[in-house]
């Protein structure tokens, strides 16, 4: 299959939707990436632990509780959560795909592609 206009795939990395480029049109069932740097970076153990630690954090409270990404990145690493941020946030957009969690802001679920700013995580 090689895809078309209107096909949107999630980065395997980052989580945001990509959506089809001519220029991935011979190649379109094979990305996985959207970008080289999503490319160089792939999925490690960390990405992992944040999703696990993102569902954890959300099996031991209420259902309709959110937590920060921070909470994850602490869980994970409690010294240097700080650099954790954005891998913590891509990990949350990874379960959005996968149908596990949404993202909110203000309450309201948003567009995990799209969402600038502060961004809760709560279970779908």
């Known amino acids: 299959m090689s895809g078309g206009p209107g096909d949107v795939k999630i980065c395997a990395s980052c989580g945001r939707a990509m959506a ?13 990436y959207c970008s080289s740097a999503c490319r ?17 954090l959300l099996s031991q ?19 240097d959560w700080r650099s954790l941020m954005e891998p913590a946030r891509s990990a949350a957009r990874r379960l959005v795909a996968s149908g596990d969690v949404v993202i909110t802001q203000q309450g309201a679920v948003v567009d995990p592609s799209s969402a ?7 279970r779908a």
């Open 20 to 32: 089809w480029r001519k220029a991935w049109a011979k190649n379109w069932a094979d990305v996985r």
């Open 116 to 122: 600038k700013g502060p961004i809760r995580i709560r």
């Open 40 to 56: 160089s970076r792939k999925l490690k153990a960390v990405d992992h632990d944040l999703e696990a630690a993102i569902l954890r």
């Open 61 to 79: 409270r209420s259902g309709a509780a959110t937590i920060c990404p921070s909470e994850a990145a602490k869980a994970v690493e409690a010294d």
